[in-house]
């Protein structure tokens, strides 16, 4: 929603000023120019990213128009479903929450919280740990090691789209740069044609100039800010169910996991002690 909202105002800020300025909107429709600063984006981003790459751009954008961050009752709705699996792991044995990380997407526990169900990464990552939590004996520094190591992936996989569309927003100045450059080419060749065209010729010049610093530090870099605060909330996430994980295989019970894994949330989504424990027992704090 900010998003949208901050591209709006972008948007209304430059055309506000500009009009109240005297300037006339037409003037800023200048099709050759979109033309050749778009055509170079995309040629440049073709020629310095994989095909995989590219695919997880396009599927990562979506993100940052979507309401995907955990609020506060977010992060206590996952952590009571985990506290009620290992209740049922603790009175019946582990083998009796096998259905539930086999098949997470039937559980009537973990399905109470739809935004850990929606969310593919934290749970396969919950899941696939728990599996191999079932599968025997796996001492907890050996859990905490395989759980870094799909950590440190995620991130690694994901950096490059940060970077990549950084490097898009850093290069526009420059793409807009050459589009005035060739239309001051242009200019030169009409010279001959009167003011009146020279003067069109520079406007529609200036305009790529414009629109390469505008797209540049208006949106693109922005956009990529907020991917990188998206996919560090990402990963604090599964770091928050690794703490969770990881406390209950060192003995302690799901209540006091749950404690250990609320300290590692962001504090400002971070539920009190006193909040999570009337989540955890079922009531509502007065």
């Known amino acids: 929603m900010f998003v949208i909202i901050g591209i709006i105002v972008v948007i209304a800020a430059i055309v506000a000023g ?84 086999e098949e997470p997407d039937k559980s009537e526990i973990l399905t109470r919280n739809k935004k850990f169900i929606e969310d593919e990464k934290r749970k396969n990552f919950f899941c696939d740990t728990m599996k191999v939590m079932l599968a025997g004996s796996v001492p907890p520094h050996e859990m905490e090691g395989l759980m870094d190591a799909e950590i440190e992936t995620f991130e690694k996989e994901n950096r490059p789209v940060i970077e990549t569309i950084t490097r898009v927003g850093d290069s526009l100045p420059g793409l807009g740069i050459v589009a005035a450059v060739l239309g001051i080419i242009v200019t030169m060749a009409s010279i001959n044609q009167g003011a009146e065209a020279v003067g069109h010729h520079v406007a529609a010049a200036l305009v790529g100039t414009f629109l390469g610093v505008l797209l540049a530090y208006g949106f693109v870099n922005p956009l990529a800010a907020n991917l990188s605060n998206l996919i560090e909330d990402k990963i604090q996430d599964l770091n928050i169910i690794k703490t969770f994980i990881l406390a209950y295989a060192k003995g302690n019970p799901p209540f006091v996991s749950a404690e250990i894994a609320r300290r590692t949330i962001f504090s400002d989504e971070r539920p009190t002690f006193t909040e999570l424990e009337s989540s955890l027992r079922g009531r509502k704090e007065k």
């Not at 005297?22 to 099709?31: A, E, K």
């Not at 040629?43 to 954008?61: D, E, H, R």
């Not at 009752?73 to 009796?96: H, N, P, T």
């Open 18 to 101: 500009f009009t109240i300025a005297g300037g006339n909107l037409v003037l800023l429709i200048q099709i050759s120019e979109f033309i050749t600063i778009g055509g170079a984006v995309i040629g440049s981003v073709l020629i310095a990213s994989p095909l995989p790459l590219i695919k997880k751009i396009i599927g990562m954008l979506p993100e940052v128009f979507k309401n995907s961050r955990n609020t506060k009752e977010d992060y206590m709705q996952m952590l009571k479903s985990f506290v009620d699996l290992f209740i049922i792991a603790q009175r019946e044995g582990l083998l009796a929450i096998e259905k539930h990380v």
